[in-house]
């Protein structure tokens, strides 16, 4: 057989079931975005008059500002067109063009649009919304983390909403009988730890379904917080006051205009969810403990055969989830809302896995992920504070809203750990 004859006769590469469907999403997905951008458009002929005002403040709150005015259909515009772009892309080019990408592109100028269009005219202080969503990520930030964490071992841990409503309510005790606000993020982590110690002994020794084991904390975390609050804090106020966590300035960078009132001038838990995100990426990516905890997840049996001790790694990662979730639940009542209320958490834990599931099971991901979040709540409450004509049902529901679009866009498309949830049988 000749050369040629055997490279005609050779049999063409096949393509995959996955790469196929794959092939198939992409270009779902290209039609999708190209008539958003021709809605984009349509939009814009009828927006051009309306006048938008963004606002930031340069140094300090109240005081000088730098003011950015455009026209809204000038931003439907723009949106048209990275979103257009972005679908006519994925048609041409298929799975190879990363979606997300384009998404993020075009996703700031969708904000502008639909934020310009609402406020109607009334200037908007942008410093305010983001700083404002930098504050709000920082429950769903740490609650994802401390999930990632019991995933990444091969736990699954639904129960960061109760480990948060526990968090506050026992912060807010602990700080109002000392009068000692650090006192209050203390007591949380100790409990935080107490609770997954407790999750990870049900799963591990006895065998209960993870899923049931956290439903189990969820459901009983917020009855005997309820109970607390309706049978002795509301009888006893003097232990449900507790000194509050208060916004600190970074010397320097706090000065720096535009930027300074927006990163540098939050809380110590903002500071303290960014050098979290930090080091957990180094330590799950980076060294030895990270490397384990990740074959405790994925490979637990290969793990076991060359001396890693599983049972141990996964006690320790649900322990410290345990601890970063009781930490995250103290903001609710130290800093949010000054005292401990009934089912305060309000959804923040779901949400919070919801992210982690947004951000590809990635400290960095995770926290991009929780800033959405952040952001959708701090909007609702600039919008609902500028009064726009809006009923407020919507706007309070906006972060929900956020939530089903991102868990029903990316739910199967994104692989967590292989064995999240599957017991393990150490010989």
């Known amino acids: 057989?000749?050369?040629?004859?055997?490279?005609?006769?050779?049999?063409?590469?096949?393509?995959?079931?996955?790469?196929?469907?794959?092939?198939?999403?992409?270009?779902?997905?290209?039609?999708?975005?190209?008539?958003?951008?021709?809605?984009?458009?349509?939009?814009?002929?009828?927006?051009?008059?309306?006048?938008?005002?963004?606002?930031?403040?340069?140094?300090?709150?109240?005081?000088?500002?730098?003011?950015?005015?455009?026209?809204?259909?000038?931003?439907?515009?723009?949106?048209?067109?990275?979103?257009?772009?972005?679908?006519?892309?994925?048609?041409?080019?298929?799975?190879?063009?990363?979606?997300?990408?384009?998404?993020?592109?075009?996703?700031?100028?969708?904000?502008?649009?639909?934020?310009?269009?609402l406020l109607a005219g009334k200037p908007a202080v942008m410093t305010n919304l983001f700083g404002g969503s930098l504050e709000y990520a920082f429950p769903i930030a740490m609650g994802a983390f401390a999930a990632m964490i019991c995933e990444r071992s091969g736990m699954l841990n639904i129960a960061i909403e109760g480990k948060f409503l526990l968090g506050a309510c026992v912060a807010s005790i602990a700080a109002s009988v000392t009068g000692l606000v650090f006192v209050g993020p203390v007591v949380a982590i100790i409990v935080g730890v107490g609770v997954g110690w407790l999750m990870?002994?049900?799963?591990?020794?006895?065998?209960?379904?993870?899923?049931?084991?956290?439903?189990?904390?969820?459901?009983?975390?917020?009855?005997?917080?309820?109970?607390?609050?309706?049978?002795?804090?509301?009888?006893?106020?003097?232990?449900?006051?507790?000194?509050?966590?208060?916004?600190?300035?970074?010397?320097?960078?706090?000065?720096?205009?535009?930027?300074?009132?927006?990163?540098?001038s939050g809380t110590p838990y903002l500071y303290i969810a960014l050098v979290t995100m930090v080091v957990l990426t180094y330590m799950l990516f980076k060294t030895r403990w990270g490397l384990r905890l990740r074959a405790s997840g994925e490979y637990p049996n290969a793990a076991g055969t060359v001396g890693v001790d599983v049972i141990k790694i996964r006690y320790r990662a649900m322990m410290l989830a345990g601890a970063i979730a009781g930490f995250a639940g103290s903001y609710l009542s130290l800093h949010s809302a000054g005292s401990f209320q009934m089912n305060m958490s309000a959804g923040k834990g779901f949400i919070a896995m919801a992210a982690m599931i947004f951000g590809g099971w990635n400290p960095i991901g995770a926290f991009g992920a929780a800033l959405v979040f952040g952001f959708s709540d701090a909007t609702q409450t600039l919008l609902s504070s500028l009064g726009v004509d809006v009923p407020p049902q919507i706007l309070t529901s906006v972060p929900y809203l956020v939530t089903i679009v991102v868990v029903a866009g990316l739910v199967g498309r994104v692989r967590g750990p292989a064995m999240a949830g599957v017991p393990y049988e150490q010989g």
Not at 21 to 49: H, K, L, N, P, Y
Not at 92 to 115: C, D, E, Q, T
Not at 220 to 240: E, K, S
């Open 1 to 117: 057989m000749t050369a040629a004859t055997a490279l005609v006769t050779s049999p063409a590469p096949r393509i995959s079931a996955a790469q196929q469907r794959a092939e198939r999403m992409a270009r779902v997905r290209g039609i999708i975005f190209a008539v958003i951008g021709i809605a984009a458009f349509s939009i814009a002929s009828g927006s051009m008059g309306s006048e938008v005002t963004f606002r930031f403040w340069i140094q300090e709150q109240g005081g000088a500002a730098w003011e950015i005015h455009t026209a809204a259909g000038l931003l439907w515009i723009l949106a048209g067109v990275t979103t257009g772009v972005g679908g006519l892309h994925q048609l041409w080019k298929g799975a190879s063009v990363s979606w997300r990408r384009w998404m993020a592109l075009a996703l700031p100028f969708w904000i502008a649009a639909i934020i310009g269009t």
């Open 200 to 264: 990870a002994w049900m799963a591990i020794r006895h065998r209960v379904d993870q899923i049931i084991a956290g439903t189990v904390v969820n459901f009983g975390a917020l009855g005997l917080t309820n109970f607390v609050y309706l049978r002795i804090l509301q009888l006893n106020t003097d232990i449900n006051t507790p000194p509050t966590v208060e916004a600190i300035k970074v010397p320097l960078l706090s000065e720096i205009p535009v930027l300074g009132p927006v990163f540098f």
